[in-house]
């Protein structure tokens, strides 16, 4: 296991574009660290150059306190898994997983000891004979596994490995891969666009967007106080509600919704609503309730998410989506999340809309800064459906 830092580090293509600017950071020793971002924000060109892949353009990379730039791939102690799985199509599973200790020439008794434990823990031992195209994706992502595994190095190096596969298999191996970063604890830099991923794996996430790093922290840190608006609107499944707001006199006045924010700095804001702090209410006197028409409403099962909007302007970052394209220029769409099935359905424009009640983590940002409050005490009087 080893400490793995970047000191300053860029990468500029041939072509000229900047994939990583001036990234610092260090992955403690036995970390699970995930860098998550968008395509194109240079999490998958940062995790090549620790690989040996790329070589930056300045700064520097340490492996176990020693600089690597310049060091070949095969003498810096890393195991890589790639999105695509890189197995040898015309080698069994058993071949595959004994590969890279052989090339470390490593004694054939203890590739033996190594293949068998790493295979028994990952279900392999039935398929040890049959070649990569006889497996299905989860069994070829496991055998890619596996093969890291079976290195026992320094640091585990992992590329977008679940994004070919479902759903379902996508929901085991990430259960599979916090099991085996706790068996093992070895030093994981793990690359992914899925923010549920990053939520659900890493000890710390870092979110990076045009190849710069913009919030480094526990993922609970980053959920709850995002440095800024597009941290945001990227963390968060359906993303925070961004609409552009005006303050004056601790008034926050973001069309259909007003908040009474004490302290919140004058001028123009942007506040961030996330969708599970918005709760369906029956009455209409009741404290910070907002107007909403109800577009589209999916139900899950376990929860509801409704689609809608209100009166307001919604600021679209790179992470999110422009909303419901046939809404009017001054409406905003906005996303609830709510905890049980309810009876919620699309509306026709005469009839009474919904009411929806922001009542937990508003964010409003000057500038660059987000500032967290908290709302007043529990609603005031009226009827009411809790969930």
Known sequence: MAEVSFHEVTKVFPNGTTAVDALTCTIADGEFMVLVGPSGCGKTTALRMVAGLEEPTAGAIAIGGEVVNGISPQDRDIAMVFQSYALYPHKTVLENLAFGLRQHKVPTAEISARVKEVSSLLT?????????????????QRVAMGRALAR?????????????????????????????????????????????????????????????????????????????????????????????????????????????????????????????????TTGAGE??????????????????????????????????????????????????RLKRAEEVRPVEPKDPRRQLEARLGKLIEKGKQLIDTKSRGGPGGGPQRRF
Do not use: C, W
Request: charged residues 20%.
């Open 152 to 280: 026992k190095p320094q640091v585990y190096l992992l590329d977008e490995p679940l994004s070919n596969l479902d759903a379902q298999l996508r929901t085991q191996l990430r259960a599979d891969l916090k099991q085996l970063h706790e068996r093992f604890s070895t030093t994981t830099i793990y690359v992914t666009h899925d923010q549920v991923e990053a939520m659900t794996l890493g000890d710390r996430i870092g979110v990076m967007s045009g190849g710069q790093l913009l919030q480094l922290g526990p993922p609970q840190e980053i959920y709850r106080r995002p440095a800024n608006v597009f941290v945001a609107g990227f963390i968060g499944s359906p993303p925070m509600n961004l609409l552009r707001a005006t303050a004056t006199s601790g008034r926050v006045d973001a069309g259909d919704l007003v908040l009474e924010v004490p302290g919140a700095p004058g001028g123009e804001l942007v506040v961030g609503v996330r969708p599970e702090a918005l709760r369906l």
């Open 287 to 336: 404290e910070q309730t907002m107007q909403m028409r109800v577009e589209v409403v999916e139900l899950l099962g376990h929860e509801t998410i409704v689609y809608g909007s209100i009166r307001g302007d919604r600021v679209a970052t790179a992470s999110t989506a422009p909303g419901i394209a046939s809404l009017p220029t001054e409406r905003a769409s906005v996303i609830a």
């Open 124 to 140: 392999l031992d039935d398929l040890l004979e049959r070649k990569p195209a006889q497996l299905s994706g989860g069994q070829r």
